[in-house]
């Protein structure tokens, strides 16, 4: 499989200003790197307030103004810059966005879906693929004349999708598409979610339900204060997780049938004290000498996996 993105060394903060004019940066994603294959489902879990939905922006290029990105990424190839995330936003990038006040109360679906075309043949071209897309998901033809507020919560849900897919993208990146939703509607979305795949589209789930990750990912992006520490695959997540690396990732497996498979607390961004060594330091229970003062870095186990630990360096 061909790696569609490569994201090495990603970090995202945010000035901030106290008293008068003194400056302080808030780190929220630490030296983050990740990559994406062609017809990939990469899941990146992380717990709420953890800079989520700030990793999808910043490869969409729509960060807010007063964040601060540094880092490389590379989409097929070559150097993603914002002036190329422009171009391929809502193109061969797409978003299924968080939420769906994301579409326009005020405007029919099918419109909003379809958005500006430059003349009457586009329009028409648009139509009859939106038409198409909505059909494969289960939209009738009534809905292309609806507004948003009579949709019902999943229909909106496969609106969101099927406008994601209208552009036929590279790469999707889905930021939390299942919270809220009932069993059925998770798993139907989890089904857009691997048909995307199949059709050789590499997708960025964004995400804190576990299970839902486990249940459609190929590799598992484990998100920590911050930093990335673990990129396992979905197979490792078995058994007694002997093949997991991380004591954060095991420990988090163990937890997970006692705690209802919930993802459990404390791993937000550490706000404004960027610790000297392991972000985990405090928490772990295989401390080596140097772990509270130096970082170790991410290091690859093999093609797939990575881990962010000093038990695997040297
Ligand atoms: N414009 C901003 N200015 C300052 N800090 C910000 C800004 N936007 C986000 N943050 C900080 O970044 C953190 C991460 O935000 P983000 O929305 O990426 O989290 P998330 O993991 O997507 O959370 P959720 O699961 O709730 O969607 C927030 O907790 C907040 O501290
Ligand atoms: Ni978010």
Redesign the pocket.
Known sequence: MNDLINVSNISIS?T?YVKGLNQRE?E?ITDLTLDIKEGEIVAIL??????????A?AILGIL?H??NLSGTMIYKGEVLTEELKEKLRGDEISLIP?SVNFLDPLMKVSNQVIMESKDEAEEKEKRAKQRAIFEKYGLSEEVDNMYPFQLSGGMARRVLVSTALLSNPKLVIA??PTPGLDEKSVEETLNHLRQMAADNVGVLL?T?DIVAALKVANRIAIFYSGYVIEIANVDDFSGEGENLLHPYTKSLFKALPHNGFNLTKGH??L?GEIPVGCPYYDRCNHKLENCDKIRPNLISIDENKMVRCFKYEG
């Open positions: 945010f901030q808030l929220v992380g717990s709420s307030g953890s800079g989520k939905s700030l990793l922006h807010p007063n964040a968080q930021d939390e964004i804190h937000q961004p706000h």
